[in-house]
């Protein structure tokens, strides 16, 4: 069981926009930055959005995040083929003393 | 080029141990904290133990507490993760991964392409 919640699946056609949510709680995402991480099969893990909703550099700007109270959402717009991978949430826990990860929501191009 | 390269993945028994390696390059290693992360066959990401640039702070997670140590070499720019009494549940892909502005409840903006860890008899 994860500390931080989200589908377990999202689905969207080409040009599509997708959002995946993330729900926490007061000790995680209520206190500490959202992040996400985007898994292509056999790859390693990618930073998609760090601080909530900034973008590191090479990444495009059709990925947005948001942040409210102790929910956080990635928003993907334009949807393309390549965009299907995992997509897992993080965040840092002040409980736990260490960083949480989402159970990770496997999106799916049709 | 900002670079992480894991190594000392291997088959181990049940019980056994394992030091695995995360070389750094392209960056100033000393200023960063750093973590390891790990992801079994088809489960989701799960991070594992965490450690301040300098070393002085480290954090682990519930699961592997008092069986595994993070540490550092500045002057080697390289990450270790010391596993003992290693159990099946252990056995998962490795990543070190990098912060991107230092601190240790930063995000990781770089990854290493991992080291297999296999715990079985």
């Known amino acids: 069981q994860s500390v931080l919640t989200q589908p377990p699946s999202a689905s969207g056609t080409p040009g599509q926009r997708v959002t995946i949510s993330c729900s926490g709680s007061s000790s995680n995402i209520g206190s500490n930055a959202i992040n996400w991480y985007q898994l292509l099969p056999g790859t390693a893990p990618k930073l998609l959005i760090y601080s909530n909703n900034q973008r590191p550099s090479g990444v495009p700007d059709r990925f947005s995040g948001s942040k409210s109270g102790t929910s956080a959402s990635l928003a993907i717009s334009g949807l393309q083929s390549e965009d299907e991978a995992d997509y897992y949430c993080a965040t840092w826990d002040d409980s736990l003393n260490g960083w949480v990860f989402g159970g990770g929501t496997k999106l799916t191009v049709l | 080029e900002v670079q992480l390269l894991e190594s000392g993945g291997g088959l181990v028994q049940p019980g056994g141990s394992l030091r695995l390696s995360c070389a750094a390059s392209?960056?100033?290693?000393?200023?960063?904290?750093m973590s390891w992360v790990r992801r079994a066959p088809g489960k989701r990401l799960e991070w594992v133990s965490g450690?301040?640039?300098?070393?002085?702070?480290?954090y682990y997670a519930d699961s592997v507490k008092g069986r595994f140590t993070i540490s550092r070499d500045n002057s080697k720019n390289t990450l270790y993760l010391q596993m003992n009494s290693l159990r099946a549940e252990d056995t998962a892909v490795y990543y070190c991964?990098?912060?991107?502005?230092?601190?240790?409840?930063?995000?990781?903006?770089?990854w290493g392409q991992g080291t297999m860890v296999t715990v079985s008899s």
């Open positions: 991964a990098k912060t991107v502005r230092g601190w240790t409840t930063d995000a990781f903006d770089i």
């Open positions: 392209g960056f100033t290693f000393s200023s960063y904290a």
């Open positions: 450690i301040s640039g300098s070393g002085s702070s480290t």
